[in-house]
């Protein structure tokens, strides 16, 4: 079967898995009066859903080592539809939130790297890395999707049902990837005969590892700036006398699309100058833009818009670059088991980015406060900091795993 087709089939797939990924984030504003919930609250939930994605990981994306992905694969979705339906139907304060929250990222845990594998196993062409900058570009796709459906639904008709409505996306990925690749065979040798969860050749491979210590900054900047985008954007639009929650999602859904063909621009770059050389120049910048879009509160909702925008875009540069490195860098035999510790280690930092943003701003005035928002944005900001250390530090110290 021709790799477009391959590539087209999972690339859809995972954008209709995405459906219930930012429901929360771009509810957020709606969730936080009615459950009265502090902003270290409303970041822990938002936090919870990759504390659940880097517990099912280890297991789920190692098993693509030993079966086929596509089996692991539907079993993420049917975990994330639960999850989504729990939220809907029986989530009403924080603790229950952060149950359901959990579930939905257990689910997402055994789709995301599973279904990159789904794809890398079957025929994909000679490059690879490319197929990989769009599934990477289609996480934007899917997360734009989440954000301006889920927060239109639930101004309409409420929360909950905009919750139950996202389960539909997964069950659709079912249909896709059971009726679509059903005569596809992988092309890879299953690893039967070592430990599961044995991840020492993993950390041994020093090459592959920067990409992933990278990750860790860059899932901190990605995924804090997504979980408060709109609760930010309602905030800068009150002050500038413009957009409410229906405005803040459309922004939202604007720079997470525009995110998808900037990392397969990314990668390209990547490819062509030096991977690691491109990743720290785009995580460099991507810290002056933060502090700008931070400050941009108080001036025109337009430039505030643009800036959110151009910062999601830096941001996403990377993206492809990183994991599309991480994969070309692992062993074949071990390629499950090197995206589960990418996953694990780079989703520890989607975990507390969140939780760090709730926090500052609690401590620093709240979300009323321009100030706040400023220090929110650094905080976000410190994670590409971090991210080009990390990648440059193994470079320069050798990672010993006994």
């Known amino acids: 079967m021709k790799p477009f087709y391959t590539i087209l089939i999972m690339c859809t797939a995972h954008i209709f898995s995405m459906a219930g990924f930012a429901t929360y984030p771009a509810l957020l504003p709606s969730l936080i009066p009615i459950w009265q919930l502090t902003n270290t609250q409303a970041g822990w939930i938002s936090g919870i859903f990759f504390a659940g994605y880097v517990a ?25 539809t639960i999850g989504l339906l729990g939220f809907g139907f029986f989530a009403n304060d924080f603790w229950s939130a952060m149950v359901w929250q959990a579930i939905q990222g257990a689910g997402i845990g055994g789709t995301y790297m599973t279904g990159l594998r789904v794809m890398t196993d079957r025929e994909v062409g000679s490059t690879p890395s490319r197929a990989i900058a769009f599934y990477t570009a289609a996480f934007s796709a899917g997360t734009a999707f989440s954000f301006v459906v889920s927060g239109n639904i639930g101004l309409l008709w409420g929360w909950q ?30 690893r039967h005969n070592t430990n599961l969860l044995d991840f020492r050749p993993v950390f041994s491979n020093r090459e592959a ?51 998808g063909p900037v990392s397969i621009v990314g990668n390209e770059l990547a490819e062509r100058f030096g991977r690691k050389k491109i990743i720290s120049i785009i995580m460099i910048i991507s810290v002056f833009v933060a502090l700008a879009t931070g400050i941009s509160a ?29 994969a070309n860098a692992a062993d074949p035999s071990y390629r499950g088991a090197t995206l589960a510790v990418h996953s694990v280690l780079g989703f520890s930092g989607a975990l507390l980015g969140p939780l760090a943003v709730g926090l500052v701003l609690d401590i620093s005035g709240g979300r009323s406060s ?22 440059w530090l193994t470079k320069l110290k050798k990672v010993n795993v006994n």
Do not use: C
């Open 56 to 80: 099912s990981v280890p297991v789920l994306v190692t098993l693509t080592d030993r079966f086929d992905s596509r089996l692991i694969y539907i079993s993420g979705l049917v975990i994330s």
């Open 161 to 190: 049902t905009a919750f139950s409505l996202a389960a539909i996306g997964p069950i659709i990925s079912i249909v896709i990837v059971l009726f679509l690749l059903s005569n596809q065979t992988p092309n890879k040798v299953y």
């Open 209 to 259: 590892l920067s990409y992933t210590l990278g990750y860790i900054g860059h899932s901190w900047e990605l995924f804090a700036l997504r979980g408060w985008i709109v609760t930010f954007l309602v905030f800068a639009g009150a002050q500038q006398g413009g957009a409410g929650i229906l405005s803040a999602v459309l922004i939202a859904g604007i720079a997470n699309i525009i995110g």
């Open 298 to 326: 108080s001036f025109s909702l337009y430039i505030t818009a643009i800036l959110v925008v151009i910062y999601s875009g830096f941001i996403m540069g990377d993206s492809s670059s990183l994991t599309a490195g991480a």
């Open 370 to 391: 321009g100030l706040a928002w400023i220090l929110a944005f650094l905080t976000i900001g410190f994670g590409s900091l971090g991210g080009a250390a990390l990648i």
